[in-house]
């Protein structure tokens, strides 16, 4: 009997997002799900692609989970005819929706 001293390779297959990039799982069903609700999946018609879309901002001294005195801005739409406030972000498959360029 031999000893190994070297580690044996395993090759892994992943499946990434094709929009965002940053999502990848080994079952490819699941980047199939992700993708249909990616942010930056135009096809989505999502706020996150979309050149309407407001993001949320904040000052230079907010921490999260710390109240701050800067004035927050909510993420929302700014298209004249845009959704209510009582909607949740991201909006998907939005009538309103224009690609970002």
Request: with cysteine.
């Amino acid at each position: 009997m031999t000893a190994v001293d070297l580690p044996a390779p395993i090759v892994v297959a992943r499946h990434q997002c094709p929009f965002c990039r940053r999502y990848t799982r080994a079952d490819p069903a699941r980047v199939e799900w992700h993708m249909a609700r990616c942010l930056r999946n135009p096809g989505a018609r999502n706020c996150g692609s979309c050149t309407h879309h407001q993001p949320q901002e904040s000052g230079d001294y907010c921490f999260p989970g710390q109240p701050c005195g800067c004035n927050e801005l909510d993420e929302g739409c700014n298209h004249p005819d845009g959704p209510g406030s009582d909607l949740k972000f991201p909006v998907q498959n939005c009538p309103l929706y224009e690609p970002a360029n």
